[in-house]
């Protein structure tokens, strides 16, 4: 059967959660009263378990015989059963004191609202005198029996399926709400809805003896993860008094599986499915003494919860996040497996660097410090590393991982999870906004997360491969867009946006320009939609910095104010990407990658921006022409072109000549915020707005009842993602840290309150020494080092800690073998520097031109280094 249709306006006394989807089938393929009948228990001899409805208006005959349905199916109606107006059914479990005045109440009620009913006492396996109450005699009134305790869930299903009535009421035992509320359920149901929930939670409802606080805390909070999980929209799935559609009600409960409490989520979680409009009505409602539900069933809920998920899931969802996951392995399939011995090439020294990063967290976690700061490079200046991209917001949940297995395995494990959950979550994002086909989506998603800008940033920049949050934080700005709950989603989207500021500022700013790209051209495209959504899009989004502004300003400040922190950083005068790079092939195409074109149109390998090549541009060119009369396809057009013109830079030079024109980006280019982005990365925006083009061509595709449409259509897409794969990243065998470092020799050399100084100084060119230090457990601090830092008066941010003269001079030795002229002066200005970094010892590991640095450091020291543990060690104690 089908839902109603879905109207855009909501009847007054109740709240309405609807869905979009319909099916023409309740339970697995099984039209709604087909479903095969499960094998059943034998029914307990009791001679109140009998047939039989009461009929006010004429006889209703019954021939059905009371039973146990063991299976929790639905039972067809028997024989020369007749259908009644409603069905109330009251699961029961010892409730021979409260269930005498219920079913008195609801059968006086009954009596005389002139319609045909029934009233089914579902017991639990009750063992007090729940089955001899004396208003079972009644005559309009079943009893139905389990042979022992199931829980609520399996009351319910043998209840449901026992019934007749083209209407079912369930409610509790305890009649918390009054049956005089069925009137305004009934109401809700006659106004196109197939069910009808009493609530608590909504305005209008009138509470008069309220549960213990406990209680009430417990079950808002219950609410909250079902809505977020399993019945979106919902305020109170809890509340017993439900009136549901006969069919769809025996549909819903025969296809449940839960026996416990959470068979209430578990059958409106299946009308969510199916497309079948739910109301949530306010109704009065008193607390009742005597409840059945202990402290352990919140427990169980939850466990059912999880259940329902799991049983929820789509295989094609499944097997899409499999993938992922599979594809994110392999792309790190050079490091994944031995993290602590394998070195991923093209990340430079950035592997080195995150790992420190990772290592420095969880120190500074398990030791309470503070996690902004650290002196542990960069000594005696520090680090402030909110103004790096320590990525606090999985770097401190990551501390037990990195503690029990080392930043190595920690990182890679990071990268590895958080590739896929992007992909994941783009998946989920356009299956949910753009189309509903599971291949196109994954199609689009792979693109998305796998593009070869992410390949690109995958070596090194794990800010730029998880992203998880972006999709997320999408979705939530286009539903402040609807006006619906605009206060509450302002308030999600303020959490979700202050989570992204700790997990990467950078990619929350091109996320922003992304939006307001796509907002601007949509907006004109549809400006109907525009003037309708500006209003509570304006609110939610003030709603959400309310919320943002304090959870990151001690952060915010700490990072442009605080100690070690900069104004801009240096990246050259112009990062952007060449036009030729948007139509090249990024370096690790597997079949079509070229490491001289791709490195003579990047910065280095880890900043390949673009490179999404010819036959995607030009497949793009064409799904946008032949789908041009969607507004969706217009906006993602526009989005896509504007962020790839963005990246050419403030300067855009013509291929093959030198003409150079001013780019847009220049005005925006020394803005505050903009002036630190690399602005090539701004074509990372393509990324996503390409693979929802492609979902849509896909989906198009598929769909066509042309076969040549299809394979031409097919074809296209194979043939524009086949050279974008990427090979696995480039891994080598890593350097082992000297013996001096891993056996604790070092401890005799260095002191409480000095450094340990390798030669050269660590810097974003050799950064090996910070490997050194996170190998040692962070036990002694650095000078120099790999981190954003200020520099000068003016503060401009630098990479490296700020240079001095012996700093400059050993790595000068160290890139060109030519040793200087020492003299007194050089002497000196060495003396002036060990003392500013308060250097216990020089540390030399063998490298190239170590020569020419052992006879700088015996002319600076005036005596030759000793070697031991793999190293030369220069002790700089006095008398040494």
Request: glycine share 10%; with cysteine.
């Amino acid at each position: 059967m089908t839902g109603p249709a879905i109207e855009p306006d909501r009847p007054a006394g109740g709240r309405r959660t609807r869905t979009s989807a319909s099916h023409t089938t309740a339970s697995g393929g099984h039209p709604a009263g087909d479903r095969p009948a499960p094998a059943t228990a034998a029914p307990i001899p009791h001679p109140r378990a009998a047939g039989g409805a009461y009929a006010p208006q004429g006889p209703c005959p019954s021939d059905r015989a009371s039973r146990t349905d063991g299976a929790g199916g639905h039972t067809p109606a028997e024989g020369g059963a007749e259908a009644v107006d409603l069905s109330v059914v009251i699961p029961a479990y010892n409730e021979e004191q409260r269930l005498g005045p219920t079913l008195v109440a609801v059968t006086r009620y009954l009596a005389g609202t002139g319609d045909t009913w029934e009233v089914i006492v579902a017991d639990d396996g009750s063992t007090d005198g729940t089955r001899e109450v004396g208003a079972l005699d009644h005559p309009g009134v079943r009893l139905v029996a389990s042979p022992r305790n199931r829980g609520k869930g399996h009351a319910l299903r043998l209840g449901v399926a026992a019934s007749r009535g083209h209407r079912v009421l369930i409610t509790d035992a305890d009649l918390s709400a009054p049956i005089e509320e069925l009137e305004r359920l009934d109401k809700e149901l006659g106004e196109g809805n197939a069910a009808a929930i009493a609530s608590r939670s909504v305005p209008g409802a009138e509470i008069a003896d309220r549960q213990h606080r406990v209680r009430e805390l417990l079950g808002r909070a219950g609410n909250f993860l079902i809505r977020r999980t399993a019945v979106p929209g919902v305020r109170d799935t809890q509340c017993g008094f439900k009136l549901f559609e006969g069919d769809r009600a025996r549909a819903a409960f025969g296809a449940a599986r839960l026996d416990g409490w959470g068979i209430d989520v578990e059958v409106l979680h299946h009308f969510h499915r199916a497309g079948w409009p739910v109301a949530e009505v306010p109704v009065r409602w008193s607390h009742r003494p005597g409840s059945k539900v202990g402290p352990l069933d919140y427990v169980r809920v939850l466990a059912d919860l999880a259940r329902i998920r799991a049983r929820a899931l789509r295989p094609a969802d499944l097997l899409a996040t499999v993938l992922f996951l599979l594809m994110s392995v392999a792309l790190y399939s050079g490091r994944f497996f031995d993290p602590s011995h394998r070195y991923l090439t093209d990340s430079m020294q950035d592997q080195n660097q995150w790992e420190w990063f990772f290592a420095v967290t969880a120190d500074s976690v398990a030791h309470l410090r503070n996690p902004l700061f650290t002196d542990l490079q960069g000594f005696p200046d520090g680090v402030n590393l909110m103004a790096n991209t320590v990525m606090l917001g999985l770097s401190v949940p990551f501390t037990p991982i990195t503690l029990l297995f080392g930043p190595a395995a920690s990182l890679s494990l990071c990268m590895t999870l958080g590739l896929a959950a992007t992909a994941g979550a783009w998946y989920w994002l356009i299956v949910k906004r753009v189309v509903r086909r599971r291949t196109a989506a994954f199609v689009g998603a792979s693109l998305a997360a796998f593009a070869p800008p992410m390949v690109s940033h995958a070596n090194a920049h794990p800010n730029f491969v998880i992203l998880f949050m972006i999709p997320l934080i999408i979705d939530r700005t286009l539903r402040l867009a609807t006006g619906a709950r605009v206060v509450r989603d302002g308030i999600v989207l303020g959490l979700m946006a202050a989570y992204q500021v700790f997990l990467g500022e950078e990619p929350l700013l091109l996320a922003s320009i992304g939006m307001l790209l796509f907002a601007a051209a949509y907006g004109a495209v549809r400006r109907d939609v525009a003037r309708a959504a500006w209003r509570p899009l304006l609110k939610g989004l003030l709603v959400g910095g309310a919320v943002c502004l304090p959870l990151v300003a001690y952060a915010l400040y700490w990072q442009f104010a605080g100690p070690q922190s900069y104004r801009g950083i240096l990246h050259g005068d112009n990062a952007g990407n060449s036009p030729l790079s948007l139509l090249a092939f990024a370096e690790r195409s597997l079949i079509a990658g070229d490491t001289e074109i791709a490195g003579s149109l990047s910065l280095n390998p880890t900043e390949q921006n673009a490179f999404y090549g010819w036959p995607l541009v030009a497949v793009a060119f064409a799904i946008v022409v032949r789908l041009w009369e969607h507004a969706l396809v217009k906006a993602l057009a526009f989005t896509a072109v504007a962020a790839a013109v963005l990246s050419l830079g403030p300067k855009v030079r013509i291929p093959l000549t030198d003409t150079v024109y001013p780019g847009p980006w220049a005005l925006l280019a020394h803005r505050p915020l903009f002036e630190s982005v690399i602005e090539g990365r701004v074509a990372m925006i393509c990324a996503p707005a390409l693979g929802m083009l492609l979902a849509l061509a896909v989906d198009r595709a598929a769909a066509s009842r042309n076969l040549g449409t299809q394979y031409i259509g097919l074809l296209g897409v194979t043939l524009a993602l086949l050279p974008l794969i990427p090979a696995p990243l480039k891994s080598t065998e890593r350097v082992a840290v000297p013996a001096f470092l891993t056996n604790g020799t070092w401890k005799s050399y260095v002191h409480d309150g000095e450094t340990l100084v390798p030669v050269p100084l660590p810097d974003p060119g050799a950064a090996e020494a910070l490997h050194w230090q996170t190998a040692a457990h962070l036990r002694f601090r650095l000078p120099g080092g790999y981190f954003n830092g200020p520099w000068g008066e003016q503060r401009v941010g630098i990479y490296g800690a700020a240079p001095r003269f012996t700093s400059n001079m050993l790595r000068d030795v160290r890139y060109t073998g030519v040793v200087p002229v020492i003299g007194k002066n050089w002497r000196a200005q060495a003396k002036q520097d060990f003392a500013y970094w308060k250097a216990g010892a020089l540390v030399l590991a063998p490298q190239p031109n170590d020569g020419a640095l052992r006879t700088v450091l015996k002319e600076l020291t005036g005596r030759e280094g000793k070697w031991t543990g793999g190293v030369w060690v220069w002790d700089l104690h006095k008398g040494s």
